[in-house]
C-alpha cells in the first residue's frame, strides 16, 4: 500500500545541521500520521516526532527545540530539520507512516537512512 524512501543522512559535525526527507508512495490517502523514529544498533527503536493528517505535532521531549517535523501534502512528503546535532544524535532514523483503511491499521516503515555526528 504505501511506501517510504527517506535521504538527507550524512556526516556531519557537531553543532551542525542536516534535513531528511521522506517521500510516500502508494496508497498516501490512507495515512494518517507520518514522522521519524531513529536507532541505535543494540537500542530500542525511539519516537522523534510525528505530525498527523490535521497538521499537530509531536516531539520527543528531548529533542524539541532542536528538531522541527515539516510536511509538503501537494509533494506527499515530510522532512525533519535537524540542528544543533551532537555526537548522541547519530542513528539510523527511520520514516514511519500510520495508516487506517477502515477497521484495518497498518505501520509502514523506511528503509532507514544514517546520521553520523562527529566530535
Known amino acids: 500500500q504505501v511506501q517510504l524512501v527517506e535521504s538527507g543522512g550524512g556526516l556531519v559535525q557537531a553543532g551542525g545541521s542536516l534535513r531528511l526527507s521522506c517521500a510516500a508512495s502508494?496508497?498516501?490517502?490512507?495515512?494518517?500520521?507520518i514522522g521519524w523514529y531513529r536507532q541505535v544498533p543494540g537500542q530500542q527503536r525511539e519516537l522523534v516526532a510525528i505530525?498527523?493528517?490535521?497538521?499537530?505535532?509531536n516531539y520527543a521531549d528531548a529533542l524539541k527545540g532542536r528538531f522541527t517535523i515539516s510536511r509538503d501534502s501537494t509533494k506527499h512528503t515530510v522532512y525533519l530539520q535537524l540542528n544543533s546535532l551532537n555526537p548522541e544524535d547519530t542513528a539510523v532514523y527511520y520514516c514511519?507512516?500510520?495508516?487506517?483503511?477502515?477497521?484495518?491499521?497498518?505501520?509502514?516503515w523506511g528503509q532507514g537512512t544514517q546520521v553520523t555526528v562527529s566530535s
Open positions: 505530525i498527523t493528517i490535521g497538521r499537530s505535532t
Open positions: 514511519y507512516a500510520h495508516s487506517q483503511n477502515g477497521l484495518h491499521a497498518v505501520a509502514t
Open positions: 502508494g496508497s498516501t490517502f490512507s495515512i494518517n500520521a
